[in-house]
């Protein structure tokens, strides 16, 4: 989002006082957090094929946070944020980890690695030759769908049942550790 010098005085300010604000009480929502809709420029010329990839008229976002909704309207973008700031902090909840306190930066975090690690001279063979890729950061959230634009994985899966002799099309996620898994346990069973 390219944003001009006013927009972002305007978006500091805005961010400063809500950080103010947030001091009255200890239990923020998503009202409490500095938030800006705005409209986005269109581009009939998209590169992403729908209905996968669908390009909303507005977005909403929490300054200083890459929480974010889409949708036809303002307040359709402000309700999908507000179903994506509610997933957000009911996992940082979760987690034992505190709200950030609104007005402030919100920290960068990264999926765990800890099952595909499990697998990770697999993560590279199948980078290498499922996604034709020389390197790709995976994690436990990574799926097919993050690496091409089509409209199912079925392509990917074919290529997984070529080189590896298994079945993923079952795993409707396309979730990497899932089918770390299910590679793992096809070269465990015995030879019938």
Same mark, same amino acid.
């Given at each position: 989002?390219?944003?001009?010098?006013?927009?972002?005085?305007?978006?500091?300010?805005?961010?400063?006082?809500?950080?103010?604000?947030?001091?009255?009480?200890?239990?923020?929502?998503?009202?409490?957090?500095?938030?800006?809709?705005?409209?986005?420029? *269109? @581009?009939?010329? &998209?590169?992403?094929?729908?209905?996968?990839?669908? !390009?909303? +008229?507005? /977005?909403?976002?929490?300054?200083?946070?890459?929480?974010?909704?889409? *949708? @036809?309207?303002? &307040?359709?973008?402000?309700?999908?944020?507000?179903? !994506?700031? +509610?997933? /957000?902090?009911?996992?940082?909840?979760?987690?034992?980890?505190?709200?950030?306190?609104?007005?402030?930066?919100?920290?960068?975090?990264?999926?765990?690695?800890?099952?595909?690690?499990?697998?990770?001279?697999?993560?590279?063979?199948?980078?290498?030759?499922?996604?034709?890729?020389?390197?790709?950061?995976?994690?436990?959230?990574?799926?097919?769908?993050?690496?091409?634009?089509?409209?199912?994985?079925?392509?990917?899966?074919?290529?997984?049942?070529?080189?590896?002799?298994?079945?993923?099309?079952?795993?409707?996620?396309?979730?990497?550790?899932?089918?770390?898994?299910?590679?793992?346990?096809?070269?465990?069973?015995?030879?019938?």
């Amino acid at each position: 989002m390219a944003y001009s010098r006013l927009s972002k005085l305007r978006n500091r300010l805005h961010s400063s006082w809500k950080w103010l604000l947030s001091f009255r009480k200890n239990d923020w929502h998503l009202d409490d957090y500095p938030i800006v809709i705005r409209e986005q420029e *269109g @581009d009939d010329d &998209s590169l992403l094929p729908a209905p996968r990839f669908i !390009s909303h +008229r507005y /977005v909403a976002h929490i300054v200083n946070a890459a929480i974010t909704g889409g *949708g @036809d309207t303002p &307040s359709a973008a402000k309700e999908k944020l507000k179903e !994506s700031f +509610r997933t /957000v902090r009911n996992r940082r909840l979760e987690d034992g980890k505190p709200l950030v306190r609104p007005g402030r930066s919100w920290p960068v975090e990264f999926a765990s690695q800890e099952h595909v690690n499990e697998h990770e001279a697999l993560g590279e063979d199948f980078i290498r030759r499922v996604l034709d890729l020389d390197w790709a950061w995976i994690s436990d959230e990574s799926s097919l769908w993050d690496f091409h634009t089509e409209s199912d994985n079925s392509r990917l899966n074919a290529k997984i049942m070529e080189v590896y002799g298994v079945d993923v099309s079952d795993i409707q996620s396309g979730r990497l550790a899932a089918i770390f898994e299910r590679i793992v346990q096809s070269r465990a069973k015995p030879a019938s």
